[in-house]
């Protein structure tokens, strides 16, 4: 028969158990929302860029290029861009 501090102590890690388990639900709903957001700006920003005819590498927000702040290859690909220019090369968008 368990002593009464193991059944205390059974008790601790299931609570702990329950307690890490909707930290991760709570990390994980906060994590949806976020990148809905992220979904939903873009798709406004890419519906604006089409209505106005105008293509990703020329946006810019506050004098940045969206161009210039996509810098690997596979997401500058979803955009049809090239590969950025490496380190010390001059950039052609300036």
């Given at each position: ?30 994590k949806r ?15 604006q860029l089409q209505k ?43």
């Open positions: 028969m368990a002593t009464k501090i193991e059944q205390l102590q059974k008790k601790k890690a299931a609570i702990e158990k329950a307690i890490a388990l909707e930290r991760t639900k709570a990390k994980s709903a906060q929302q976020d990148d809905r957001r992220k979904v939903l700006v873009g798709a406004f920003v890419l519906e106005n005819g105008l293509d990703s590498a020329s946006f810019t927000y506050e004098g940045k290029k969206f161009s210039e702040w996509l810098t690997r290859e596979d997401e500058r690909a979803l955009f049809g861009l090239s590969a950025p220019p490496q380190q010390g090369e001059k950039n052609d968008l300036v």
